[in-house]
């Protein structure tokens, strides 16, 4: 059961007074189609595959949807709220367009390896995020979605690594579909906020 923020409680490793670490904002930004919305499905269904073939995608066009998730990486237990925003370029996108690039506490930076052009869209936003944020302390992951459809791929694993690198991300390819490196991906999210918050406090 995850424990509120204003709930402490006693830690018997150390019998002091224990406060949760706190709940982390994670923002997943990217073009329309390139499946944020399955990987937030994904993400909270904890670790079984889910079939999201019934799934109403139509509804998260206009409102944010959010979504709590407390799991443990690493021996410890994290939190993070996980924003599925609107497609980027879309009227409701830009109307709130401030608040998702300064809100974050570490973005999730979505294409689709089928189209090239959702990847171009993730290089804008890696721009537009440079000039909000203070991204060395801010993580950014670029993660190239539906690796399922190798057929239809137009950007290779390597140019992905190429951008992640020329830009400072961490890079991961996933298939919200088979629910492959989801896990993996909010996994890395956490070490990495964790590093670099790390690193700030020092
Ligand atoms: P969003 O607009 O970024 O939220 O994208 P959605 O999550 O709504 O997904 C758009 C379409 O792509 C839907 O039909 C999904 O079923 C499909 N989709 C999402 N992820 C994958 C994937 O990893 N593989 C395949 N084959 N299709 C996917
Ligand atoms: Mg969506």
Known sequence: R????????????????FTPPPTRNVYLLGD?????????????????????????????????????????????EATVRLFDTPPCGHESFEKNEDKYLKD??????????????????????????????DTETVPIILVGNKTDLERSREVSFEEGRHFA?????????????????IDEVFEGVVRQIRLRTQKSDE
């Not at 995850?2 to 007074?17: D, G, T, W, Y």
């Not at 073939?53 to 066009?61: K, M």
């Not at 979505?110 to 890696?126: D, G, I, K, M, P």
């Not at 020329?166 to 629910?179: V, Y």
């Open 2 to 17: 995850p424990r509120s923020a204003s709930e402490p409680f006693l830690s018997i490793k150390n019998l002091v007074p």
């Open 104 to 133: 974050g506490d570490a973005y999730l930076l979505v294409y689709s390896v089928t189209s090239r052009r959702s990847f171009q869209r993730a290089n804008e936003l890696r721009f537009k995020l440079r000039k909000a944020k």
């Open 165 to 181: 690198a020329s830009f400072n991300c961490k890079f991961i390819e996933t298939s919200a579909s088979l629910g492959h490196n």
């Open 32 to 76: 329309s189609g390139v499946g944020k919305s399955s990987i937030a499905m994904q993400f909270v269904s904890a670790s079984y595959l889910m079939d999201l073939s019934d799934f109403d995608f139509s509804i998260s066009e206009d409102a944010d949807d959010v979504y709590d998730k407390t799991f443990r990486v690493d021996d410890d």
